[in-house]
């Protein structure tokens, strides 16, 4: 079965400081993608940045980079020069297969910046 | 831009009562989907619609039942609602299946069951 792990419920860090949030995966499909999403606490989901299982290169936007071990099975979100508007919750989320449509999602991630 | 909105921000519904959630994007995807967020739990996928009147179970069905009449309308519904099902509801849909389709998500609604 496929399953998202965030182990990390809280973090918090000071602004420009860098940030790196965790999340491991587990799936036995070749395909699968990789998400991450913001929600602050005003409740939307935002979309922050995708990995595919077979890009050869680790996915970059803006600040958020996302760093893919595919041995360890593991897709960290790295973000750098952390701004207060960075504070929400982080969901790290998995879609499988080459159908797949859903995501399964992580318990999330509550980011705390301070200045 | 992608819309999706949810008929309700906030229901307050008493025990027994049928909800109705409803849900409507305007790009015309092909993939609809209704999660539950809890604190602790993240999101859960409740079910999908891949096409009109198609539908899938997710992880949490039981209790809930969908409907999916009309391309850009995916209703969610709670025939006898009930206190563990106080939640927040997420609609989301998305373009394409696979890949990098990401999903759009409506801004949720929030329900107490008394």
């Known amino acids: 079965a496929q399953k998202i792990t965030q182990t990390q419920p809280g973090m918090f860090v000071q602004e420009k400081e860098a940030v790196t949030l965790d999340c491991t995966y587990d799936?036995?499909?070749?395909?699968?993608?990789l998400f991450w999403y913001k929600q602050p606490s005003s409740g939307e989901m935002i979309f922050l940045i995708y990995?595919?299982?077979?890009?050869?290169q680790n996915a970059t936007e803006g600040r958020y980079s996302l760093n893919f071990q595919k041995a360890r099975k593991s897709a960290n979100l790295v973000i750098s020069a952390s701004q207060l508007g960075d504070s929400a919750m982080y969901f790290c989320?998995?879609?499988?297969?080459?159908?797949?449509?859903?995501?399964?999602f992580g318990k999330g991630t509550t980011l705390s910046v301070s200045s | 831009d992608v819309k999706v909105t949810q008929s309700s921000r906030y229901l307050v519904k008493r025990t027994g009562e049928k909800v109705f959630l409803e849900c409507v994007q305007d790009?015309?995807?092909?993939?609809m989907f209704w999660y539950r967020q809890d604190p602790g739990l993240g999101l859960r996928l409740i079910y999908f619609?891949?096409?009109?009147?198609?539908?899938e179970k997710g992880d949490i069905p039981e209790g809930y039942s969908v409907s999916r009449e009309k391309k850009e309308r995916f209703s969610l519904i709670l025939e006898s609602a009930s206190t563990n099902q106080t939640s927040m509801y997420l609609c989301?849909?998305?373009?394409?299946?696979?890949?990098?389709?990401?999903?759009?998500f409506g801004e949720g609604s929030r329900l107490t069951v008394l």
């Open positions: 799936t036995s499909d070749p395909s699968y993608g």
């Open positions: 790009m015309d995807h092909e993939n």
């Open positions: 989320a998995m879609r499988w297969g080459q159908a797949g449509t859903a995501l399964i």
């Open positions: 989301a849909s998305s373009l394409i299946a696979g890949g990098d389709g990401e999903l759009f």
């Open positions: 990995q595919g299982s077979y890009d050869q």
């Open positions: 619609s891949y096409d009109v009147k198609m539908k």
